[in-house]
């Protein structure tokens, strides 16, 4: 769908029609047939709007020229944009909302049918979008482009969406400098259809947010961090309103959001499973007389390759080794002291590992960005470790498994917390019982 600006038109020719909402009104062009019946999903998603907005019959609508199921490369097949004015906005805005990532035909053309009308309809949901509307007349086309990608994302990955989720984005967001990512959360006005007529679904809003925002979500979480956004008009207020023009994120906003976020991550602990880190590790084997340790070692070395190869599949691959290991047969390994090896920056992270993951029973996972080399931080509540007291380190080809002792944590974090001082004389070395932590200056030393 090009929706670039055309002879001075806000969108292309052909792409804004009346798709059916008012009945007097024909659909199209077809001014001598009767209307075609109205797709029931999409009909769902109509009266679901038309009780937030009964007075809005024929709101503006962006309808794909080549449908998705006729060969077409973006998945929507419709996005309905609505004006808010409400007493509860914040803003006045526009309101996007899809159609088509759920079943909007019933007849199989690009979802499977629902197994019952509880069901998920399609992907279960729509996304929703809403713009701080100014000046203009029609609606900017930006959002309808973010909204197609995001919907081929889903489309080609079969990945769906939940409240709470982050997505980073690479593009430009409209014109904004500052508002870089979005954030996934329900929409407060339009409430879930269930059981609807194909099946039930839920509309997930999209919101623009900036980066120190998305860091805020990684370290803690999206529920959290859009909770402070609700709190203030300036980042969106309780609709979450984007406005493209905002120039500072809420922490500039309200510095006392950045205390809410530590407090947040110490009470609820830390959604951020992982990192992409500069880190390696290796066996210290100086003071052991242990020869079997090392028997399948080259057998590790040549099997690990692809052990941790997809850094956008962390998530799944640290809780698919915590729960009974990786596949591939490497067998497990357990060295009796490790050495390890990082730069400042993945160091500054072990505080974040101890108060947001290991205090609250999760795992941490550090994976190497130079090779296929990743370190587990766990404590004995984690389930479905190969770890111990007696047999603290497991290794599985270059993954490595490391326990600590709720009983140490104290320890362990009063030592990691002194590396987010100034003027760190590198390399510094950190003394464990059983593994030592050196951290470096220069990264090229963690690539051999």
Same mark, same amino acid.
């Not at 203030?232 to 023009?245: F, P």
């Not at 959604?271 to 020869?291: Q, R, S």
């Not at 920056?345 to 996972?365: D, I, M, S």
């Not at 290794?395 to 009063?414: R, T």
């Given at each position: 769908?090009?929706?670039?600006?055309?002879?001075?038109?806000?969108?292309?020719?052909?792409?804004? $029609?009346?798709?059916?909402?008012?009945?007097?009104?024909?659909?199209?062009?077809?001014?001598?047939?009767?209307?075609?019946?109205?797709?029931?999903?999409?009909?769902?998603?109509?009266?679901?709007?038309?009780?937030?907005?009964?007075?809005?019959?024929?709101?503006?609508?962006?309808?794909?020229?080549?449908?998705?199921? *006729?060969?077409?490369?973006?998945?929507?097949?419709?996005?309905?944009?609505?004006?808010?004015?409400?007493?509860?906005?914040?803003?006045?805005?526009?309101?996007?909302?899809?159609?088509?990532?759920?079943?909007?035909?019933?007849?199989?053309?690009?979802?499977?049918?629902?197994?019952?009308?509880?069901?998920?309809?399609?992907? /279960?949901?729509?996304?929703?979008?809403?713009?701080?509307?100014?000046?203009?007349?029609?609606?900017?086309?930006?959002?309808?482009?973010?909204?197609?990608?995001?919907?081929?994302?889903?489309?080609?990955?079969?990945?769906? *969406?939940?409240?709470?989720?982050?997505?980073?984005?690479?593009?430009?967001?409209? %014109?904004?400098?500052?508002?870089?990512?979005? +954030?996934?959360?329900?929409?407060?006005? +339009?409430?879930?259809?269930?059981? /609807?007529?194909?099946?039930?679904?839920?509309?997930?809003?999209?919101?623009?947010?900036?980066?120190?925002?998305?860091?805020?979500?990684?370290?803690?979480?999206?529920?959290?961090?859009?909770?402070? *956004? $609700?709190?203030?008009?300036?980042?969106?207020?309780?609709?979450?309103?984007?406005?493209?023009?905002?120039?500072?994120?809420?922490?500039?906003?309200?510095?006392?959001?950045?205390?809410?976020?530590?407090?947040?991550?110490?009470?609820?602990?830390?959604?951020?499973?992982?990192? %992409?880190?500069?880190?390696?590790?290796?066996?210290?084997?100086?003071?052991?007389?242990?020869?079997?340790?090392?028997? =399948?070692?080259? =057998?590790?070395?040549?099997?690990?390759?692809?052990?941790?190869? =997809?850094?956008?599949?962390?998530?799944?691959?640290?809780?698919?080794?915590?729960?009974?290991?990786?596949?591939?047969?490497?067998?497990?390994?357990?060295?009796?002291?490790?050495?390890?090896?990082?730069?400042?920056?993945?160091?500054?992270? &072990?505080?974040?590992?101890?108060?947001?993951? &290991?205090?609250? /029973?999760?795992?941490?996972?550090?994976?190497?960005?130079?090779?296929?080399?990743?370190?587990?931080?766990?404590?004995?509540?984690?389930?479905?470790?190969?770890?111990?007291?007696?047999?603290?380190?497991?290794?599985?080809?270059?993954?490595?498994?490391?326990?600590?002792?709720?009983?140490?944590?104290?320890?362990?974090?009063?030592?990691?917390?002194? &590396?987010?001082?100034?003027?760190?004389?590198?390399?510094?070395?950190?003394?464990?019982?059983?593994?030592?932590?050196?951290?470096?200056? =220069?990264?090229?030393?963690?690539?051999?």
């Amino acid at each position: 769908m090009d929706l670039s600006p055309k002879n001075g038109q806000p969108f292309p020719p052909g792409s804004v $029609q009346n798709t059916g909402h008012n009945p007097n009104v024909p659909p199209g062009n077809h001014h001598h047939q009767p209307p075609p019946p109205i797709a029931p999903g999409f009909q769902a998603i109509v009266c679901a709007c038309q009780k937030l907005y009964p007075e809005q019959k024929n709101p503006l609508q962006l309808s794909t020229i080549v449908k998705y199921w *006729l060969g077409g490369t973006d998945p929507l097949d419709y996005i309905t944009v609505y004006s808010n004015n409400q007493e509860d906005s914040c803003y006045p805005h526009w309101h996007y909302v899809t159609c088509g990532l759920t079943d909007l035909h019933g007849d199989g053309r690009v979802h499977p049918p629902a197994a019952s009308p509880i069901a998920s309809s399609g992907y /279960g949901f729509e996304l929703t979008f809403r713009l701080r509307r100014r000046e203009e007349l029609v609606p900017p086309s930006w959002p309808v482009k973010v909204m197609q990608k995001i919907a081929k994302y889903v489309f080609e990955t079969d990945n769906s *969406l939940v409240p709470g989720d982050h997505i980073t984005w690479a593009d430009s967001l409209g %014109a904004s400098t500052v508002l870089k990512h979005l +954030l996934v959360s329900e929409d407060s006005q +339009l409430l879930p259809v269930t059981p /609807g007529p194909l099946g039930s679904f839920r509309f997930l809003q999209l919101t623009c947010c900036t980066e120190s925002e998305l860091k805020a979500v990684q370290r803690w979480n999206g529920p959290g961090v859009l909770r402070l *956004l $609700q709190s203030s008009d300036l980042t969106g207020g309780s609709l979450l309103i984007t406005d493209i023009e905002r120039s500072s994120s809420i922490f500039e906003a309200l510095p006392e959001a950045i205390s809410s976020v530590e407090s947040g991550i110490a009470k609820e602990g830390s959604n951020l499973c992982g990192m %992409a880190a500069f880190i390696t590790w290796v066996e210290d084997i100086k003071d052991e007389n242990n020869p079997g340790q090392n028997e =399948d070692s080259n =057998d590790n070395q040549i099997n690990s390759r692809n052990a941790l190869t =997809d850094w956008n599949d962390l998530s799944s691959q640290c809780d698919k080794v915590i729960n009974g290991g990786l596949s591939g047969g490497k067998s497990m390994t357990y060295p009796k002291r490790v050495e390890l090896a990082c730069n400042l920056e993945t160091a500054r992270y &072990l505080p974040l590992c101890v108060l947001g993951r &290991l205090k609250h /029973g999760y795992h941490f996972t550090l994976k190497s960005v130079v090779k296929d080399t990743a370190v587990t931080f766990v404590t004995e509540k984690v389930g479905g470790t190969h770890v111990s007291a007696d047999q603290p380190f497991a290794a599985q080809g270059d993954w490595l498994q490391l326990l600590i002792q709720s009983s140490d944590l104290e320890n362990f974090y009063s030592k990691v917390s002194c &590396l987010d001082g100034d003027n760190i004389n590198l390399p510094f070395k950190l003394h464990f019982p059983r593994f030592t932590i050196t951290v470096v200056q =220069d990264v090229e030393q963690l690539k051999s």
